[in-house]
């Protein structure tokens, strides 16, 4: 059996905070920044992942706060799916990633961390990006700051978005 570790998002389990963080974001828009919120549509809006599993992660959130996509209505749904379509090839382009993981942890049972407001998490990829270091100690190299990935994806939608 493999098992797969990413103790950098130890601090995400020491930092639960009380309601939902999604929700928290959505009513403050004035800290988007802060927030590492990396673009605002109609329905949803896209958010970098402070703990990510690999650099450039972000998610794609509904404004509405619903635990499943059963009863979502479908223009939020189309919203959030044209929004990954877009992120793949953002992430593509300007991260230079070779491959993209989508994921939509659906439930505690599930995996969600935050299982009470749905979320698209987008996962960029690089051939090679796990290797010894990675395996044996336990430690991710990135090669670019958190903060300078966020400002290259937020102006890479607001050019997309215009």
Sequence with gaps: MKHEFAPWRSEYFKN??????????????NKD???FVIFRAKHCFGVMNRYPYTLGEFMVIPYEHIDNVETLDDETWHEMSHFVKIGVGILKKYLNA????IGMNLGAAAGAGIAEHIHYHLVPRWNRD???????GHTRIHG????????????????IIK
């Design 16 to 29: 639960k905070q009380e309601g939902c963080a999604f929700c928290d974001i959505v009513s403050n828009d």
């Design 33 to 35: 920044d802060e927030n």
């Design 98 to 101: 070779n491959g993209v993981n």
């Design 130 to 136: 796990t290797n010894f270091i990675t395996t044996i």
């Design 144 to 159: 670019v700051p958190f903060y300078e990935q966020y400002q290259t994806l937020k102006e890479a939608f607001k050019e």
